[in-house]
């Protein structure tokens, strides 16, 4: 009797050391999840002192997404990203520009620091334009939000299906995109939106690694001549042989080189383009038709 009694004690104790032990997997498990998540959370935390974001939907899916392992990864990556002062140039102007603020905007807490990508972890379609802009990118913290060309790029996007509303305002405003990633050559607002070319070199890992982070991605949208040759670049760096002489950017221009994601080409959305009928919607619509024949393929 004594023996059993001592072996039921023993298989007790061992099955007590087996669950103690799977709790401790469990936790640490658990605990870069949890890690990441403060990580995400005090970017934003960071950005003022009484952030409502966090109490917003929009950041409930934006942590759901980045709860993924890409999403982590991008999630990290952002924090590197907004913490960057390399430019002594860019970090002045996006600053004066943050404390000096526009008329309309003198109410808004502006963003003032480098911009990382948004978007879908697991996209196909990733779109790269050039850089945050003054007012909109730089204001609100978000690529392509709060300015004009935000508006006829998110417009499009929701027309096409990528994105679940076509207004962007603001960080909390909703907007979820599938399938889609918006990222930028260069993370900081130029002055005249003009980087020195030494500036896009030093923003290039930035890309690099936003784009290493999307194992999806099928084809990339440059909208303007300096994304298109940022992508080229990008190409290039990843050991894809571009051909020479290098492909010139156009409206519609397309190039496929082995190795690399297919390259489409697309006048930037921005006000001088949109507003002169450089580039209309249903010219976009076209574009974003093409894009999703790549992604598709
Ligand atoms: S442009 Fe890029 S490299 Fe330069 S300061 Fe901004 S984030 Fe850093």
Request: charged letters at 25%; one cysteine or more.
């Amino acid at each position: 009797m004594d023996d059993a009694v001592s072996s039921r004690k023993e298989t007790i104790a061992s099955e007590e050391e087996t669950l103690a032990s799977q709790e401790e997997t469990l936790a640490s498990e658990e605990e870069p999840l949890a890690s990441e998540e403060e990580t995400v959370s005090s970017r934003y935390d960071r950005s003022r002192a009484s952030d409502p974001l966090r109490a917003t939907p929009d950041v409930a899916l934006y942590r759901r997404a980045m709860s993924r392992p890409c999403g982590r990864h991008l999630a990290a990556l952002a924090d590197t990203i907004v913490a960057c002062r390399a430019c002594p140039r860019l970090v002045a102007w996006r600053e004066r520009v943050a404390s000096e603020k526009v008329r309309r905007f003198r109410e808004h807490d502006y963003w003032g620091r480098p911009v990382p990508g948004f978007g879908d972890p697991h996209a196909r379609l990733i779109i790269l334009g050039l850089a945050p802009g003054a007012h909109g990118a730089n204001r609100t913290g978000r690529v392509f939000t709060g300015d004009r060309s935000g508006d006829f790029l998110y417009a499009a996007l929701h027309r096409a299906g990528f994105a679940n509303q076509g207004a962007s305002s603001a960080r909390d405003d909703g907007l979820v995109l599938r399938d889609a990633f918006i990222t930028l050559a260069v993370r900081c607002a130029p002055p005249d939106n003009a980087p020195q070319p030494a500036e896009i070199r030093r923003c290039a890992p930035f890309l690099d690694a936003e784009l290493d982070a999307l194992p999806s991605s099928r084809v990339i949208l440059a909208l303007g001549a300096i994304a298109w040759n940022a992508a080229i670049d990008r190409m290039v760096r990843r050991g894809a042989v571009a051909p020479r002489p290098r492909p010139r950017f156009a409206h519609g221009a397309e190039l496929v080189v082995p190795g690399a994601p297919p390259l489409l080409g697309s006048y930037h959305v921005s006000q001088q383009n949109t507003q002169t009928g450089r580039l209309t919607p249903a010219m976009f619509d076209a574009v974003l038709r093409r894009a999703k024949t790549f992604a598709s393929a």
